[in-house]
C-alpha cells in the first residue's frame, strides 16, 4: 500500500457536510484498497479561526480562508465543495479549469444556467467531476439498483418516492440560509426532492421526462436567525420572508414508461428523514425508507415482501465493514462514495452521479417549479 | 329485544360484495344493541337457481329475479345494492321513490350525472340513503377520524394516500367486468381509488377542492373472460380491450389548506390490498395501511409514532367485540356499516356517508379524469 | 345443500367464549361446503333470565338451566363446553356418555387426573370429541405448520414462544374467577400457556419431552370481585388471595431434539394478546405473532424474513373467505374449528387437537408446575 | 484542543475487534469533546510482516510482536486487548501492573478464576480498566437504561433477552478457535450470551441471581478450519471436535425480583445479529432489536409502542453526530466507548462496565453451565 499514489485534498467548507466528508476522507483508506491514497491537506473556510479549530477537529492539515488559494496549491488535487448551493458553480468551474478533480455536494447548483456551465467546464477538463448524492451509496440502495438492473423486477411501472422530514414544523424556526432562495436555490425540493429524483433515475436507470406538480410555503415569515439577524438587537422579534417552498408535490412519467410521483417537505411531524422510494414492475417490488437503512424490501412474483437485511458479504460495499447484522450508519454513505470517486478519478471513468447526472436533476425540479407555477400543466423536462 | 321492529332487508347481488353484506346482516344483531331488527328477507339475481343457492348458503329467506319485484315487496323496508356500478341509479331512484330506505355500494354511481340524480332522489324521499364505503368503519380509520377532531393533529399539512393491489398484473388475466368502462364506470380510480379519496375527506373533515392527474392503462388488450366470450370456442383466444384505467395518481388540494397525494393502481407487484393513509399535521402526524388493519401509528409533537392496536374497548365499535389484542377483520367493517345505518334509519339523522358525499367523490373521479385529459392541468373540483 | 343432515347443538356457557363459537356455529355454514348443518339447538346457563337473554341475542332457539338436561336433549348431538376448567370433564364425560359429540374449551381440564379421565371417556365413546386449541385455527399458524411439514424448516433446533397480556397488571384489578385455582386450574400458565404449548407441538409435530421451570405471582392479593364478594357492602375493600400464577417461565427439549422456550404472562405492559411463536430449523425459520395474526414471517436458506400476508386462496382455510389482503379475525379461528370438527363427525375421524392432544399439555403444564415446586429441576413430562 | 494531553494506545490484535476498536481511536477525537488526545501508537501481533500490514491500513504508527514489549512501552499509557479471551487474563494483569490503563475486549476471561484475578489486578492499580461490553453505548441501550433509571418502567417484572445469529447452520462451517474451549472459554453462551446478561444487568440496574440452563451443541463434529488444520493436506477432510456450546438457554431471577429469560444460538436461520432485549414494568415496557439498532420501542401505560427514532440530539452519544433520521452503525458503540473509557481515566472513575462487571457477568455463565451440567438445577450466581 505504501507505494500508491497520495492525492491531496481541499475542502471547502466544514459544517454538516462538511463533517461528514472529513469522516469518510479519514476512514476510506482502513476499509477499502484504494488505488489512490487520500491526505487530508487543506480546509477551506471566511474564518481564520473556526476554520483553524474545524481543522484541528476534524484532521485536516492546513487551512485556507479563501477558496481560490485553495484551489490553487499544489498539494491539493482534489476540491471538496460542501458549500452552499450559490458558491457551487464558481468554485468547481475554477476549480476544474485549474485540473483539478471535483466532488460537489448537491444540488449540484442553484440554477439550470450554472449547472449547464459546470458540466461545459467538467466536459472541457481532464479532470474527473462528481455530484454528491450520497444515498446512491447506501447499500440497500445500490442493492435496489442491481435489482432492477438484473430484472429481478421486470417491466417498472410505478415509482413512489418521497423525502420526509419535520424539522421546520415549529414557527418560531428561524429563517436560516436553508429557507433563502439566494442561498439554497429552492427549499425542500432542491434540498431532499433532489435526492429522490436522482434515487429514482439510479435504481430504475430510467428519467423523469415530465412532471406536474404543486409546491407551497407553509409558514411565509420567520424570525430571523442569528447568522442573517445582524445587527439586530438580542432577542429581538424582527421576521423575514421564507423565499422557498416548504413542500413539493409532483407526478410524471419516466422515460420506460412508468408513472412516478415525488414528495419532498419538512413538514412531515414525525418523520425525522423518511427518504422513501417504492418501485413496483411487473415482476417484482422493491421498498427503502432511509430510517430503516439497512433494510431493504423486496417481493417477488407477487409474494410477500422479504425483509433484506442489507449486511451480508456480497451487498454492494458491505464486505469492507462488518459481519452480517452489523448495520451501518448515514456516514458510511460518503465513504462509499469517496471510495468511488478516488477509483473513477484512478480509472479515467466518469464518476456517478456525474456532473451531467446532477444537471439532469436540475432540470426536473427546474420543470417541477415551472409545473408549479403553471396550474400544475404536465411540464416536459428538457433534455439536451 | 324481543320489542324491537323488525325490518325487512332485500339484497341485489350476491358476488363477492353481497357476500360480505350478507355476513354483516347475519351477525350485526349478536355484537351491538340495534334499533330495529334486521331480517334478510330476499335476496335478488338474475339467475332463479343460483340465486336460490346463493340464498341458501348465506341465509336469505326469499329469492327474486327481478329487482323491481324486490324493491316493490311489502316485506322488504331496506334495499342493499351489491351490483355493478351501471345498475346503481335505477335501482336507488326505484327503491327511494317506492319509500324504502337504501344501502349503495360505492362509487355510488358511473357518472355525475347519475349519481347527481340519485342525490335528487334521496333529497326527495323520506327514506334514508348510504353510500357504502366501508372503510370509514375500519375502527382504526374511524379512530384516526376522532383524533383529527380532537385537535390532536393541529392544522393538517399533508395527506398521502394509495390504495395498491397486484390482482391484474398478469397479462393474461381476463377482461373481467371491473375492466370494462360500461359496467364499472372506471378501473381503479373508480374502484379504490374513490375509497381512498373518501377516507382522506372523512379523516380530514376536508374536501379535495382541486386536482392535477395522471392515469394509465399498461395492458391494453386482455383475453375475454368467459362472462363475456359468449359463444366462443373454448379455449380461443379472443381478445378484448380494456377501456378503463389501471393506475391513477393525482395530487390536489384540501379545503384546509392541505396537499395531498393519491395513487390507486392494480400493479403493484406484492400488494394485496394496501389501502394507505397518511395525515401530517403541524402537532402530530398519522399513518395506517389495511393490510394491517387493526393498527393505527400516531406520532405526537415530532415524537416517534407509537403502534397503537386498535383493539381497545373504547376504540370505535371495538367494545362490542372481543378482549384487547383480538383482532377484527375486513368483513366487520359492513358489520359495523350496517349498525350505523340502522340507527340513522331509526333516529331519521343523514347516514355517514350519505349520497350527496357519494357525489362528491364522484365530482372528484370526474375531475381526475378531466385533468388526465387535458394534460395534467389543475382542475377544480365541482361543487354545488 | 338442503340434504344435508342437521346436527343439533347444545352449547353450555355464554360468556366471552360463549359469545364467539356462538359467532362460528351461526357463521360456518355461510362460507364452508359442510357434510353437516349444525343447528343452534339450546343454550345452558344457571341463571333462566340471563341465558334466555343471551339466547336471543347469540341466536340459540332454547334454553336449558341445568346442563344436565341440556346433555339428554333428543335434538341436540354436540355438546359445546365453554365453561370454567372445573367443570369440563364432569360435563363432557357425561356428554361422551350419552353418545354426544364433544367439543371442549381449553385447556382440556383443571388437573391431570381429570384429563386422563376424560380421555378415557372419549376412547370409551362412539363420538368425537375435541380440545379447543383455536390457534391451530389461525390460517397463519396452519401454514407455518405445513411449512414445517414440508420440509422447509429442514431440522427444527429451536422453538420460542411466548404469551404476553397485560390485563391484570393494575394491582386493584379484582380477583376474577380466572385467578382462583379452584376454578381456573392454573393462571397465565393453564390460560394462555397451554395455547402456546399446544401450537408449538402442532407445528414442529414434536412433543415437548422435559421442562425446568420458574413460576410467579407478582399481586399477591387483589380486591374481591363482585362474582364472588357475595354480600359485602358496595365499596368494600375485601380483598382475596390469588392462588394461581401470574407468569410461568420455562424451558426444555422436544421430541425431535429441539431446544424450547416458553412464557407465558398477563404482566406484560403493552402486549395484549401477543401470542407469539418463532421456529429456527436448519433451512429456515418462522416467527408469528398473533397481533398482526395475518402475518407469517418465514425465512428461507438464511435469507431474510418475508413478510407473507395469509391471505391468499391457497393458504390454509382463506379460500373460503375474501380476496387476497382482506383480513380475517380472531372470530374465524372458531370458525375453522367448527367447521373442521363438523368434518371429523361426518367422517369419523379423530379430531384435532383431540382429547389425547389436550391431555398432553395438560401433562406438560403439571411438569411445570412439579419443576417450579421443586428447584427448577428438569422435570420429564408423563407419556402414557 | 491543541492543550490536551495525549495518550498513547497499544493495541493487541487486528482482526474483527482490532479493526472496529481501530475506527474508533481514529474517529473519536472529531466527535468528542475529549479530556485526553490518544495517539494510536503501537499495534501488537504476532506476524511481523501482518501486523506491519494491518498498521499501515489501520493508521497505527508502530507494531511490534510480542505484547510483552508492546506494554513496557513508554510511549504507551492505554492498552487495549483484542485477542481471543485465553490471553485477556495475562496481558490485562501484566498491563496493570505496569501501570497502563486497560480496556479489554468481552467475554473479561475464559474462566471464573482469571477474572477474579484481573479483578484483582485492577484494585491493585492506579489505572482505569474496562471491559468492552459495547452494547452499553448503543444509543438505544443506554436510553432504555436512562427510562429505568427515571422510573418510566415502574417496578420491573419481565426481562426477555435472546442473541440470535446464524453463521455455523451449515454443517460445513470450519472449526475455527470461536468453537474451540481453550480458546474461547465457551461458545455463544460466552461470545454473545455474556452481551445479553451485561445488557440486561445494565439496562435494569438488577443482578441475574439465580440461573435454570440448557446448553446444547449441535455440530459435534467439524471441519477443521485452516487457522488449525496445521501440515493437513489441502482439501483435506480432517474433522475436529466442538468443544463448545451451540447454544444456551436460560432463565433466572434477577436481584429487584424480575424474571428473565436467555437465549444465545448461532443457529437462529435467518437472525444474523439480532440482540434483543423486552422489558415489562408495572408501568411501561422497552423492546429493542440490534439489528435495527436505532429503534426503541417504548410503551407506557399500557398503551401502544412507539418507536422511538434514537437520532435525537438529547439522546445518549447522539448529539455528537448527525442531524435527527441519520442513524449510526455497529462501530459508533465502539466510539463511544473509547470517549467514556478516557473520559474515565481523566477524571479517575471507574469506567462502565468495569472489570468487576465483567466478573459478574462471568459468574452467570459459570452459574449457567452449572445449571445446565446438574439438571438444570436452580443455580445460585456467586457474588463475593
Known amino acids: 500500500m505504501s507505494d500508491r499514489t497520495t492525492v491531496g485534498v481541499g475542502m471547502v467548507g466544514y459544517a454538516f457536510m462538511g463533517r461528514v466528508h472529513s469522516q469518510a476522507w479519514r476512514s476510506v483508506g482502513a476499509f477499502f484498497d484504494l488505488p489512490l491514497s487520500p491526505r487530508m491537506a487543506v480546509l477551506g473556510g471566511r474564518s481564520k479561526e473556526r476554520t483553524a479549530a474545524a481543522a484541528a477537529q476534524l484532521g485536516w492539515a492546513d487551512v485556507e480562508t479563501d477558496w481560490r488559494e485553495l484551489v490553487a496549491r499544489d498539494d491539493v488535487q482534489i476540491v471538496d465543495i460542501c ?9 468547481a468551474i475554477a476549480a476544474l479549469a485549474a485540473g483539478k478533480h471535483v466532488i460537489c455536494e448537491k444540488p449540484l447548483a442553484n440554477t439550470v444556467e450554472e449547472a449547464v456551465a459546470m458540466v461545459a467546464a467538467a466536459r472541457d477538463s481532464s479532470a474527473r467531476s462528481m455530484v454528491a448524492f450520497n444515498y446512491r451509496r447506501v447499500p440497500a440502495v ?31 424556526f428561524p429563517l436560516v440560509w436553508r429557507l433563502r432562495r439566494e442561498k439554497a ?29 404543486l409546491t407551497e410555503t407553509f409558514i411565509k415569515e420567520r424570525p430571523l436567525a442569528e447568522e442573517s439577524a445582524g445587527l439586530a438587537a438580542s432577542g429581538s422579534s424582527a421576521m423575514g420572508t421564507v423565499t422557498v417552498d416548504d413542500a413539493a408535490l409532483f407526478i410524471g412519467r419516466m422515460s420506460g414508461g412508468a408513472m412516478a410521483s415525488f414528495e419532498a417537505t419538512r413538514f412531515a411531524t414525525g418523520r425525522k428523514n423518511a427518504m422513501r422510494i417504492e418501485i413496483n414492475g411487473s415482476l417484482g417490488s422493491l421498498a427503502f425508507d432511509f430510517e430503516s437503512m439497512n433494510e431493504l424490501w423486496f417481493s417477488a412474483g407477487g409474494g410477500g415482501f422479504e425483509r433484506i437485511l442489507v449486511t451480508e458479504p456480497d451487498h454492494p460495499y458491505v464486505g469492507a465493514w462488518w459481519p452480517p447484522g452489523h448495520g451501518l450508519g448515514y456516514e458510511h454513505t460518503f465513504t462509499h462514495e469517496i471510495k468511488d470517486f478516488l477509483e473513477a478519478i484512478a480509472t479515467g471513468a466518469d464518476p456517478s452521479p456525474s456532473f451531467a447526472d446532477g444537471l439532469r436533476v436540475q432540470r426536473v425540479l427546474a420543470a417541477v417549479e415551472q409545473s408549479a407555477a403553471d396550474g400544475s400543466r404536465y411540464t416536459i423536462v428538457e433534455d439536451r
Do not use: C, K, M, N
Open 142 to 172: 445500490a442493492l435496489a439498483q442491481r435489482f432492477v438492473a438484473e430484472g429481478r423486477l421486470g417491466e417498472i411501472r410505478h415509482v413512489r418516492a418521497a423525502y420526509l422530514q419535520d424539522w421546520i414544523v415549529d414557527p418560531e
Open 185 to 213: 436555490g429552492a427549499g425542500a425540493l432542491g434540498d431532499i426532492g433532489s435526492h429522490i429524483v436522482d434515487a429514482a433515475e439510479f435504481i430504475t436507470g430510467q428519467h423523469v421526462v415530465g412532471v406536474s406538480a
Open 83 to 91: 458549500t452552499p448551493g450559490d458558491s457551487h458553480a464558481e468554485i
